[in-house]
T-cell receptor, first 114, second 113 residues
């Protein structure tokens, strides 16, 4: 299957700083990527849909100024958590689709804000 | 709004046993359905995809079926092994042209040697 690479796999940052998470489709071009957040023992919650060359579409309740998404190329989308706070600590996962076929997921990023 | 329920939330079985995981949708208009496996602290690994024209898919010891009329899917695991221990998530797309997956909370499976 297709490969989606997410980096870093884990990060610890101080409260108030910003953290960037990268999501790359390694062997295919992804016009659309998705960013999810997962709390312990909870399902994946869609945060935003990232479209190459245009603004991301955010789900209700997700602060677009806090979670900046950039999809500058067909193989790379980035999520920047700005002015991170402890409540932003979570597991973030990106996903990419080629078409209406399978969704492929990155390895996830464990963010801990101290 | 589509909601997905997975039952049971957790399951513990002895090695070698066959088992069934269940997934149901509030909106039975499911276009695609996908089953994933998630190991602790890891991303998702796609197991099986049932596309709109299909009713089931098989891969090795895994078999997934989808009953669109009832909005239910099952994942059957035959001859379970300790390496099958993980959380299993089902997710669906409602409607052609939509790329968004709606996930259940998952079933945590433990296979005891």
């Amino acid at each position: 299957g297709a490969v989606v690479s997410q980096h870093p796999s884990w990060v610890i940052c101080k409260s108030g700083t910003s953290v960037k998470i990268e999501c790359r489709s390694l062997d295919f071009q992804a016009t659309t990527m998705f960013w999810y957040r997962q709390f312990p023992k909870q399902s994946l919650m869609l945060m935003a849909t990232s479209n190459e060359g245009s603004k991301a579409t955010y789900e209700q309740g997700v602060e677009k100024d806090k979670f900046l998404i950039n999809h500058a190329s067909l193989t790379l989308s980035t999520l920047t958590v700005t002015s991170a706070h402890p409540e932003d600590s979570s597991f973030y996962i990106c996903s990419a689709r080629i078409s209406e076929s399978e969704a492929f997921f990155g390895q996830g990023t464990r963010l801990t804000v101290v | 709004k589509q909601e997905v329920t997975q039952i049971p939330a957790a399951l513990s079985v002895p090695e070698g046993e066959n088992l069934v995981l269940n997934c149901s949708f509030t909106d039975s208009a499911i276009y695609n359905l996908q089953w994933f496996r998630q190991d602790p602290g890891k991303g998702l690994t796609s197991l099986l995809l049932i596309q709109s024209s299909q009713r089931e898919q098989t891969s090795g010891r895994l078999n997934a079926s989808l009953d669109k009329s009832s909005g239910r899917s099952t994942l059957y695991i035959a001859a379970s092994q300790p390496g099958d221990s993980a959380t299993y998530l089902c997710a669906g797309i409602s409607g052609a042209g939509s790329y968004q997956l709606t996930f259940g909370k998952g079933t945590k499976l433990s296979v005891i040697p």
